[in-house]
Each structure stands twice: as C-alpha cells, then as structure tokens.
C-alpha cells in the first residue's frame, strides 16, 4: 500500500462499520454455496467455514475483532428479534404438543438439566476454571439465549457464543448415528433431543432427516431456550452450595 | 409494509421483553421473554397474522448468518481456548453425546408408558 490513495481508502474502509457487515455477508454468502454443493454435508456447515473465512481475512490485514464488530454488529443485533421470533414456528407446532405434553416435559427438563450438569461437572473433572465451566453451562441453548445465561452466571458470554455454536455442530454432526446406536426409532424422540441438545444447527439438520423429526426439533430448541434461562441459574446455585 | 410491521411487532416485543426483565431483576433474557409474551399473544388470537409469519420466516430462515460475528469472537478468546483445550473440548464432545442419547432415550420410554397406545401418538409404541 505504498500509494496514498489506496492507503487513505484503507483508513477510511478500517474505521467504517460498512467493510466489517459486508464481509459477514459475503463471507456467508460464499460459505453457503460451499454447504449446497457439498450436498449439504453436515462437516461443511456454513457457520464454520464462514467463521474461518473471516478470522483468516482479519488475521492477515491484522484488523482487530473491535474494528471488525462495528459492523458484525448489525448482523449479530438480530439475534434479539430472532429469539421473540421462535414463538411463530412454537405456536404452530402447539397442537403436536397437546398429545405429548407429559413426555415433552419429563424430557425438556432431565435434558436441560444433563446438558447443563455434564458440563460443569466435566469441565471441573478435567481441570477447567470456573470461568470456562460457566461459560460451558448454557452452550445447549441457542446462542442468543446462552450468552444472555452465561453474562449472569459469571461466564465469557462472547466465548459462550462459540462454544454454543461448535456444541450445535458437534450434535448435527453425531446426531444420526447415536440414534442407531442406541436405537432410537421415534422421530418425535430424535427430534426433541436434536433440538434439546444441538438447537438451531440441530434443527437444521433434523429437517434434513424428516420434517417430524425437524418439527420436533425446532419445538425443543425454543421450550429448551426457555427451560434453560429458568433452570440453569438455579442449577448453578445450587451446584456451588454443595462444592 | 407487511414485513415492515412484522420486524416492528418483533422489536416492540423484544424491549418489552427487556424492560420486565430489568424491572422485575429477573434471571431471564429479555428476548425469551418477549418470545413467550408473543407466544400467549398468538395463542390467544388463534392465528400468526401475515406480517410476524413474513417477519419471522425471514430471520429463521438465516438463522446461522446471525451467529457468525460470534463466532469470530473466538479470535479474541485464542489464548484461552489455548490454555484449556483439553477441558473445553472433551467436556463439549462428552456432554454432548450425553445429552443427546439420554434425552431421546427418557423421551423414548416416557411416551411409551404415558401416552396410550389407543392414541396412536407420532412414532407411539411399536416393537
């Protein structure tokens, strides 16, 4: 950048919101074509090979996260609108529920009450701080959701947010074939625990499989996010009076 | 317009939702609140109208999008992911696993001694 015009467009660019929300979206854009033609193959999932485009770009212009949010932001505010939003796909699978209502809830609850549990405490058996343990906590949740929890509980909500994402993937990756293994044959099982599990990446891929199954899924991830903002603070209380 | 009032139905939600929370100093998110004040509202009416349908498929639709910025945060967390790799990947995996195979197998079970077979619930029992 030895030509001043360039190098003034650079200043310019670097301390503009507009470069950091245009290149999310490109980075998405060109990430999901990439997920279409792999046949939607759940190891090439668009969040993480956007991610990865992205933290490569910053790293070699050597721009720093902050710079780089001023304009993630506006991408990253939606997650507020897009959590109220779960009460629409909630409402119209409502009448699903009625039938099953007693086992949904027997489930929810033991569910979020293992995804949760088994985190702190395995984190804790191998030697993790408290810090990473609380942020670990909520990483069932959808993101939005688990970042709220782990700012109240004493976690690293921005890391929260990562580990919530790679947990999603983990389960859309193993999802099916734990199913097999352990032979889970109902959908609306498989569903509810894609969902209690994986969230919204889990849903994606519970779609994939059968749209009862996706149903299902996307039904637990929003009564999970919920039964997680009211158990997990609870749990955590209650965890560090016994230890 | 429709997807206009939608996005505004949703936001109104979303800060009443966040000024409860704050003022009652409960320990939930403002948005899950405002999700579950939308969810008795369209439960009451009896219908989603056209402009939160619109609205809400839209953001739903690219839900992942909204993770990414994020997810680039991990960039400012390498050197604690660093230094504790080991606890944070394997509890991640583990817990993961856990919560999967055991949610689907007390969901299996609690449908098939609670709900009766005569009402032939989605995948009910079979075997």
Redesign the interface.
């Known amino acids: 950048m030895t030509d001043p015009g360039l190098k003034d467009i650079w200043v310019y660019l670097s301390a503009s919101p507009l470069l950091g929300l245009t290149i999310?979206?490109v980075?998405?854009g060109l990430a999901y074509r990439l997920y279409l033609r792999s046949n939607s193959n759940p190891l090439a999932?668009?969040?993480?090979t956007?991610?990865a485009m992205?933290?490569a770009l910053?790293?070699v212009t050597n721009t720093s996260?902050n710079d780089?949010?001023e304009g993630?932001?506006f991408?990253?505010f939606?997650?507020?609108?897009?959590?109220?939003?779960?009460?629409?796909?909630?409402?119209?699978q409502?009448s699903?529920l009625r039938?099953?209502w007693?086992?949904?809830t027997?489930?929810l609850i033991?569910?979020v009450l293992?995804?949760a549990g088994?985190?702190i405490g395995?984190?804790w058996l191998?030697?993790?701080?408290l810090e990473?343990q609380m942020s670990?906590a909520p990483?069932?949740a959808t993101?939005?959701?688990a970042?709220?929890?782990s700012e109240?509980i004493g976690g690293?909500p921005?890391?929260t947010?990562?580990?919530?994402?790679?947990?999603g993937i983990?389960?859309a990756v193993?999802?099916t074939k734990?199913?097999e293994w352990?032979r889970?044959?109902?959908?609306?099982?498989?569903g509810?625990?894609?969902g209690?599990?994986?969230h919204?990446?889990g849903t994606?891929r519970a779609f994939q499989v059968s749209s009862?199954m996706g149903a299902?899924s996307g039904l637990a991830m929003?009564l999970s996010?919920?039964a997680t903002?009211?158990i997990v603070?609870w749990l955590v209380d209650w965890m560090q009076m016994l230890f | 317009m429709q997807f206009l009032n939608g996005i505004t139905l949703l936001l109104v939600y979303q800060l009443v939702g966040e000024i409860t929370v704050r003022l009652a100093g409960v320990p939930i998110p403002g948005p899950v609140l405002g999700m579950v004040m939308l969810f008795i509202t369209l439960w009451l009416r009896g219908r989603t109208p056209d402009s939160v349908e619109q609205a809400s498929s839209a953001l739903l639709a690219h839900l992942s999008l909204l993770f990414v910025p994020a997810g680039v945060g991990m960039m400012a967390h390498f050197d604690r992911i660093a230094d504790e790799w080991l606890p944070i990947a394997l509890a991640l995996l583990l817990s993961t696993v856990i919560t999967m195979i055991a949610t689907a197998l007390i969901m299996q079970l609690t449908t098939r001694w609670l709900v009766r077979s005569g009402d032939s619930a989605p995948g009910g029992p079979e075997q």
Do not use: E, W
């Open positions: 999310t979206l980075a998405y999932n668009p969040v993480v956007s991610v992205l933290i910053l790293l996260y780089y949010f993630g932001q991408v990253h939606l997650l507020g609108p897009a959590t109220v939003a779960l009460a629409v796909p909630l409402y119209q409502f699903r039938q099953l007693l086992p949904v027997i489930s033991c569910g293992i995804a088994s985190s395995l984190a191998l030697g993790g701080s990473i670990l990483k069932s993101a939005p959701v970042m709220g929890i109240k690293l921005s890391l947010a990562v580990l919530t994402v790679a947990t983990t389960g193993l999802g734990l199913f352990f889970v044959k109902d959908d609306a099982a498989k509810i625990a894609m209690v599990a994986a919204g990446i994606a009862q299902f929003a996010a919920f903002a009211l603070p």
